[in-house]
């Protein structure tokens, strides 16, 4: 008896046991879901919100400019005259020269998330040049380089003025402005001229010089009143067809009798 009530007492609590297993199982499966959920939703909302360019400048200013010479307002004042920040761009290339399995592969092998490579072009502001390149080459602000490297790269500012001067017009890419609304020529070049053939028999062609119907306020008046009349019809026709939808569903038996609705031309109602 005493046997029988301790394996009667001990399959109850395994059974307890197993129950409370169960809903513990239940609601961790639950809650995982609902973190899987909200994860991939904060993953989507980062990738919509995510700039390639930003986060590889945020990684050219971590590694290339220290701490020391962006600690202040001038600081970055002047960072942001030296380099055209806001049109840096990229290139990235494709995941496969990494060899490695796609981050997304839902996305094309080319995209940043996916690419093996990227390259960051970051321009410097015309006029900058030297200041830049001193900073690029010998992480100086204020003062000069070696001889040696201040005549190469005097050497190469002076070759890019000569070109920009040649191209352009003016070595940094601005003409000098002397006279009121000056007349600013732009120098471009024809890289290449082409023909194309394009079907034009039966095709009308129309050269719209203003989005006005040219009419005075009388015919304005007459047009406006034309409209209206036309929507007054249009209303009385659909009120007709109600009224004799209702009448003949009013009769019960078989009458003759004959119903005008509506009104005849050059006469008042008949009803």
Same mark, same amino acid.
């Given at each position: 008896?005493?046997?029988?009530?301790?394996?009667?007492?001990?399959?109850?609590?395994?059974?307890?046991?197993?129950?409370?297993?169960?809903?513990?199982?239940?609601?961790?499966?639950?809650?995982?879901? #609902?973190?899987?959920?909200?994860? @991939?939703?904060?993953?989507?909302?980062?990738?919509?919100?995510? *700039? !390639?360019?930003?986060?590889?400048?945020?990684?050219? =200013?971590? /590694?290339?400019?220290?701490? *020391?010479?962006?600690?202040?307002?001038?600081?970055?004042?002047?960072?942001?005259?030296?380099?055209?920040?806001?049109?840096?761009?990229? $290139?990235?290339?494709?995941?496969?020269?990494?060899?490695?399995?796609?981050?997304?592969?839902?996305? @094309?092998?080319?995209?940043?998330?996916?690419? *093996?490579?990227?390259?960051?072009?970051? !321009?410097?502001?015309?006029?900058?040049?030297?200041?830049?390149?001193?900073?690029?080459?010998?992480?100086?602000?204020?003062?000069?380089?070696?001889?040696?490297?201040?005549?190469?790269? #005097?050497?190469?500012? @002076?070759?890019?003025?000569?070109?920009?001067?040649?191209?352009?017009?003016?070595?940094?890419?601005? !003409?000098?402005?002397?006279?009121?609304?000056?007349?600013?020529?732009?120098? $471009?070049?024809?890289? /290449?001229?082409?023909?194309?053939?394009? !079907?034009?028999?039966?095709?009308?062609?129309?050269?719209?010089?203003?989005?006005?119907?040219?009419? @005075?306020?009388?015919? #304005?008046?007459?047009? *406006?009143?034309?409209?209206?009349?036309?929507?007054?019809?249009?209303?009385?026709? =659909?009120?007709?067809?109600?009224?004799?939808?209702?009448?003949?569903?009013?009769?019960?038996?078989?009458?003759? $009798?004959?119903?005008?609705?509506?009104?005849?031309?050059?006469?008042?109602?008949? $009803?």
């Amino acid at each position: 008896m005493d046997q029988t009530a301790d394996d009667a007492a001990y399959n109850a609590l395994v059974a307890g046991y197993l129950t409370d297993l169960q809903e513990w199982q239940d609601r961790r499966d639950e809650a995982l879901a #609902a973190a899987e959920t909200a994860g @991939d939703e904060f993953e989507a909302r980062l990738r919509a919100g995510f *700039s !390639p360019v930003n986060e590889m400048v945020s990684q050219i =200013v971590e /590694a290339h400019f220290p701490a *020391s010479v962006r600690d202040e307002a001038w600081e970055i004042d002047f960072w942001h005259r030296v380099f055209d920040w806001e049109r840096a761009s990229f $290139v990235a290339y494709p995941g496969w020269w990494s060899g490695g399995d796609a981050r997304a592969p839902e996305r @094309d092998p080319g995209d940043f998330v996916n690419a *093996s490579w990227a390259k960051l072009y970051l !321009p410097v502001r015309a006029g900058m040049e030297l200041t830049a390149l001193r900073w690029i080459f010998g992480k100086v602000v204020a003062t000069s380089l070696a001889p040696q490297v201040e005549h190469e790269l #005097a050497a190469f500012v @002076d070759e890019l003025t000569t070109y920009r001067t040649g191209h352009l017009g003016t070595g940094d890419e601005m !003409p000098e402005l002397t006279t009121e609304c000056q007349d600013v020529p732009e120098r $471009v070049y024809c890289l /290449a001229k082409w023909t194309e053939l394009m !079907p034009t028999d039966g095709t009308h062609l129309e050269v719209v010089q203003g989005a006005t119907t040219a009419a @005075d306020a009388v015919t #304005a008046k007459e047009i *406006s009143d034309a409209e209206a009349l036309r929507a007054a019809l249009l209303d009385g026709e =659909v009120q007709t067809n109600r009224l004799r939808t209702r009448a003949y569903d009013q009769m019960t038996e078989p009458a003759d $009798v004959g119903i005008h609705l509506g009104a005849a031309s050059g006469s008042g109602p008949v $009803v």
